[in-house]
């Protein structure tokens, strides 16, 4: 009996705390969680990376974007694929 509660345990539902989507050990994959491993930011973009042309009512940090990947919209799609990561881990 003790072997078949590890596996339940091992088995149960957990919650990715960089995508929040729910994942068992089972189908936790090199591709199975989506995030954005850095955070959306309000600011102007650095000199590598693309210029945004604001108009003249703008605030000055009117660009808002991932660091990571330059996504101007907070719901788009992750931009790094990993292992999901359980709060529990």
Request: glycine share 4%.
């Amino acid at each position: 009996m003790e072997k078949d509660e590890k596996v339940k345990e091992k088995e149960r539902d957990k919650v990715c705390k960089r995508c929040k989507q729910t994942f068992t050990s089972s189908s936790n994959t090199s591709s199975a969680c989506r995030f954005h491993p850095s955070f959306f930011v309000c600011r102007r973009h650095d000199d590598q990376k693309r210029y945004y042309e604001l108009g003249p009512d703008d605030p000055p940090y009117a660009a808002k974007f991932y660091d990571c990947c330059g996504a101007e919209d907070p719901e788009a799609s992750g931009c790094t694929t990993s292992f999901h990561v359980s709060y529990d881990d």
